[in-house]
Structure formats: C-alpha cells, structure tokens
C-alpha cells in the first residue's frame, strides 16, 4: 500500500515534461493536479468516466510523444473493454498506471470490485490507500484542452 | 446534419473532407463504408470494444490534430451520450459520427423514432444518419 501522493509524484518523475498526461474522473484528476508541477502536461478528465484510457489511446495512435495515463480501479472496471484494444493497438510509448484503493472515494468510499493482479494494456497496478479530498482542479475545460493540444503538436525533439 | 440512403462512396466523401482517423463498433447498416474502413492502414483505424471507448479514442486523437470519425449502429447511441456531453462538448472537441439508422426490429423502434432528435437534443450536429436497406433486416 502507498500514499496516494507519493504514488503520483513517482509516475509524473518516472515520466517527467516529455510526456503528456491523462487524469480520471474525480480525486484522482484533482490529486494529480495537486501533485502535478508547472512542466507537466494533464488532460484532467473531468468528466466521462472509464474513458481515460482510450482517450489516452487516441493520443498516442496519433502523436509521438509519451502518453501516460493515470486511472482509478472503479473507472478501469467500467470500461475493461479497452484493456484489450490498447492490447491490440497501443504503440510502446503510451503508458497505463491504475490507482487502486478498492472503492469509489470521489463519490462517497462505496466498495467497488477488487482487481485481478494484473490485465492486459495495464502498465502497473499501484495499490494505495484512501487520501480524503484534494481541493479542486483550477483549469477550465477550454484552457485545459488548449493546452493539451498544443503539447501534442509539438515535435518531441528531446526524445 | 446529413441523412444518406446508401454508403456507397462515404468513406471516399469522409476523406475528400479531411477525415483521417476512424474507430467505432460496426453495424450491418454501415457494410458498405465498413468493408472500405477495413482497407485503410493500421494507423487510420482502431476498431473499439463500445461506442463510449470509440468517442474517447477519437477525442484523443483529436487533441492530436486529427480530425476523427466514429461509426456505430443507431443503438450505441446510448453509449456515446456520456462522453459527447461530459468530454466532447464541454472541452470542445469535434469528430463526425457515423450512424446506422436501424428502426423495424422491436429492440430496434424506440431509438430508431429518436436517433436524429436525441442528437439534436444534445447540440451534436456532426453526424451522418444512413438509411440504408441493410437497416431493415
């Protein structure tokens, strides 16, 4: 069991400014977004649940860059689907790390279904613990996204 | 808005228009355009488990620079609803669905009488609704 905090600071330091990140719903893109520093690129999901994964997806299939993706246990379970077409289609530069603390915390710590060890198109499954709230995400969903596609226009030179 | 009684040639009109990715679940409606989807390269087209993870594929590869189609059968619709509304609309990312309009079958009535206004409903305008012969069986 890790810190939920701790667990997000080493992927955003494992991956570091090259790579452009997706958030889940909920804590985890306000977790992220609290953790997160000014280099670092965050498409905080705020809505559409289970879908950061193939958003994600998306990315990677149509630019260079790395493609990290931050998930939760309850959002890889509704859409388990997409484990099998990122096993499919996903190129070796996008990355899919799952947040599990076994419940839906954002909406309330409800128990949601424990995980397997591990699934296809799953790059790691982080255990952690339950953190309590992080304050919200500040970016709108326009600046958000503006900035999210200017960073995926951009030649990744450093790599 | 567009309402097509055939397939035939939309995928050549898709790309004329610049569409150069595709993803989406098939549908007997949509034989034609799919068999024609199948010939692009790899990099073009992602086949998706459910319509929902189709417009998140392709709202990503629109982030991208890309400019996406998704195709799917009139009944995924329900699916897509979710992510058109909480991601696509609010964070402003635009992509063209493909829409097989089935509608005599029993399962089939209800979103066949309410494809194109729960659409409209929604203030998704880019789409193509195919009513095509394949739609009745």
Known sequence: MRARDEAIREILERHGAEAVYVASTGYVS????????????VLYMQGSMGLAPAIGLGMALAADRP???INGDASLLMALGSTHTIRD?????????????GCHE???GQPSAPLEESYPGVTEIVRIERAGKPPRVSVTPEENTELVRAALARETASR | MRRVTSDSGLLEELVEEGHD????VPDSGLKGFLADVWELPPEQHVPATWEAEAVGIAAGAA?????PVVYLQNAGLGHAVNPLASLCIPYGIEMTLVVGHRHTLPQH????????RLLELLGWDDYV???GENNEG
């Open chain 1, 89 to 101: 289609h996903a190129p070796a530069h996008f990355f899919h790390y799952v947040l599990a603390n």
């Open chain 2, 129 to 131: 609704l195919v009513e």
């Open chain 2, 109 to 116: 009535k209800v979103m066949g009488d309410i494809d194109a």
């Open chain 1, 30 to 41: 306000r977790a992220v977004h609290a953790a997160a520093g000014p280099e670092h690129v």
């Open chain 2, 21 to 24: 990715f595709f993803t989406g």
């Open chain 1, 106 to 108: 954002s909406v309330g």
């Open chain 1, 67 to 69: 493609v990290v993706v």
């Open chain 2, 63 to 67: 982030l991208a620079g890309r400019k």
